[in-house]
């Protein structure tokens, strides 16, 4: 019998699409998420998600089969639309029957989704617009997440809670809908769940948990962090290419904006051309997530964060992180 059965039971198509007892992803964090935090994930009843990011298929299909070996719960894998091997990580889900791939970064490419769905695996996509979460869901993706500008990693200029009104109304009827983006506690959860959200997607509360692989450096950055401390990048000149991303501010952040100056400069006085500047900048966070998770350098890695990192005070296990943030929906649930 479970300790939270109103959340349990606004929970139930989540996760019973998941396979899980709590309709909880840990949404794929690179570098972060490997075996470790996914298999403590799906054994603590919540979905673990294996970050792929630009893993070659070798490695991914390494991954899976650890993973494996850790959980016999179920999990998911997430590819990034634009890899230049997104089929042949897709052949390596196969090869595991993976039951879900989440598929993040873009637009899904021709024949992506028809090709996971081919060896029975459920889809799960992103949409930045209501329009283009109706036309994937139509074409055949089996979920969808929907992630605000408070989440950490790259992220979109919407924020959560706006999102969520936009989508919530007009899909969460008929489809399995997934908000993700800010969420600290488990009164957000109750509240994304009694709008008809099939569950919810965290992934800075999890990625300084007990079992995470996180460098302590990265860990103690978060634990100092505050939620204005998880910064957005900032984009200089329009002429340069910029992602957003979030993550917490430190000398890279500081010397990404004075980078920018000085190539807008050096491109204005002639010395370098329009292909050679943007190149300068996206190779300048190149490798910087690997250097904060798993070197520790947190002043000039990219130290991503969502700004629920206040929220993130001690390294806790998986389990209680899960099981407070239950109790924190229920206590909520049950006090309307
Ligand atoms: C360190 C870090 C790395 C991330 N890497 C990825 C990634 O590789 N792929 C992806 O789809 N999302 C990535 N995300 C986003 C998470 O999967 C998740 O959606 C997000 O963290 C949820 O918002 P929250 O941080 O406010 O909980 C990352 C987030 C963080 C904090």
């Given at each position: 019998m479970t300790s939270s059965p109103k959340t349990s039971a606004m929970m139930r198509r989540g996760a019973e699409f998941l396979g899980t007892e709590h309709a909880i992803l840990c949404g794929a964090m690179s570098w972060v998420s490997e075996r470790n935090l996914v298999s403590a994930i799906s054994?603590?009843?919540g979905f673990g998600v294996i970050a792929c990011g630009a893993m070659t298929p070798e490695l991914?299909?390494?991954?899976?089969?650890?993973t494996k070996a850790l959980t016999d719960k179920p999990f998911g894998v997430n590819l990034?639309?634009?890899?230049?091997?997104?089929?042949?990580?897709i052949?390596?889900?196969?090869?595991?029957?993976?039951?879900h791939v989440v598929l993040a970064g873009g637009i899904p490419p021709k024949g992506s989704v028809e090709a996971i769905k081919e060896f029975g695996a459920k889809v799960l996509v992103f949409a930045p617009t209501l329009a283009l979460a109706k036309k994937l869901l139509r074409s055949g993706a089996d979920a969808l997440v929907i992630e605000g500008s408070e989440a950490g990693g790259h992220i979109g200029p919407v924020s959560t809670s706006v999102l969520a009104q936009e989508f919530l109304p007009a899909l969460a009827e008929d489809h399995v809908v997934f908000v993700a983006g800010g969420i600290?506690?488990?009164?957000?959860?109750?509240s994304y769940l009694e709008m008809g959200a099939s569950g919810v997607q965290l992934g800075t509360r999890f990625a300084c948990a007990t079992e995470s692989i996180a460098h302590p450096a990265f860990k103690a950055a978060f634990f100092r962090g505050n939620a204005r401390d998880a910064i957005a990048s900032v984009q200089v000149d329009p002429r340069l290419p910029v992602i957003p991303v979030r993550a917490l501010k430190n000398k890279g952040t500081e010397e990404f904006t004075a980078k920018q100056v000085e190539v807008a400069k050096r491109l204005d006085e002639g010395l370098i051309d329009m292909g050679e500047a943007q190149l300068e900048i996206e190779h300048f966070w190149a490798g910087a997530l690997r250097r904060a998770v798993i070197d520790g350098d947190v002043e000039r890695g990219s130290v991503m964060a969502g700004q629920s990192v206040g929220m993130v005070n001690k390294e806790?296990?998986?389990?209680?992180?899960?099981?407070?943030?239950?109790?924190?929906?229920e206590a909520a649930l049950s006090r309307r």
């Open positions: 054994n603590a009843g991914l299909d390494a991954e899976i089969a650890a990034i639309t634009m890899h230049p091997m997104l089929f042949d990580l052949a390596v889900c196969a090869k595991h029957k993976v039951g600290g506690r488990g009164e957000m959860i109750a806790e296990p998986v389990a209680d992180i899960i099981a407070q943030l239950m109790a924190e929906s």
